[in-house]
DNA sequence: TCATCAATTAGATGGTTGTCGAAATGTCAA
DNA sequence: TTGACATTTCGACAACCATCTAATTGATGA
C-alpha cells in the first residue's frame, strides 16, 4: 500500500500546531494566507500590501509568524519576497482537528 | 440521497469563525474541548476540573468562550453543568478552513 | 556612486486576554 | 433554616500582541 500513513501525509509536532491555531486566529493573518492561497503561484509582498490596509512593518510581522507556523513558504529574490501556501501543513493541521 | 447538502452540513457566519478561530488558539482551551470531545456523552464541570490545574473562575471564563464560539452545548442541571461537543460546528469549521 | 525602492528590525503603545482570589448566586440535603 | 457545595461574576493584574513610526539593510538602476 502507498507507502506508510494510511491517508494523512504529514504528523505536525505538538509545537507546531500551537503556532497554527495561533496564526489562524488572527484576521488579518488569515486574510493573509487566504490571499496567498488563492493563486496556485503565491503572492508576493507587495501584492498584499495592496489589499491590507496595514503598514508593511506589520505585514513583515504577520509574514514571519505564518512562516514560523510552516503555514507557508517564503522566497526571496533581490529586494522582493514572494510566498506560497503550504497546503501539506494546513491539511495535516486540519487532519489533527478532525480527531478531537 | 442522504437529505441536502452534499457533503457539509452547516456555513457558519464571518464572526463565528472568528470567534472559533480564538477558541481554538488557547492550548488550555483546546485541552478542556479534547476532553469534552473524548466522550461522546460528553464532560461536566468537575470531571473538568480534576484533569486541569486551573481555578474554577479560569474553567468558567473558557467554558463561556467556548460556548459563544458555537464548540460546545451546555446542560445546565441543578448545581451542574454539562459540556457536549458540538461535532457539527468542528466539521464546519474545518470544512471551510479546507477551502482556502 | 548615489538615490530609490522593498523589506526587515527596533522600540513604543494601546488593547486584549488568561489568570487569580474574593464575593455572589443558586442548589440541595440535613 | 442553615450549611456545604458547584458554578459564575467581579475586579485586578501581568503577559501578550497587533499596530505604528523611524531607522536599517540590501538590491537595483541611473
Redesign the interface.
Known sequence: MAQGKSHSGKRLAEKQL?LI??A??D?RR?EI??QI?AQESGASCTDIRECQPVSAATLSHHFKELESAGLIKVARQGKFAHFK?RRDV??AY?DH??K?
Open positions: 500551537k491555531a495561533k489562524l486566529a484576521p488569515y494566507l487566504r492561497g501556501l494546513l491539511r486540519l482537528l478532525a478531537i
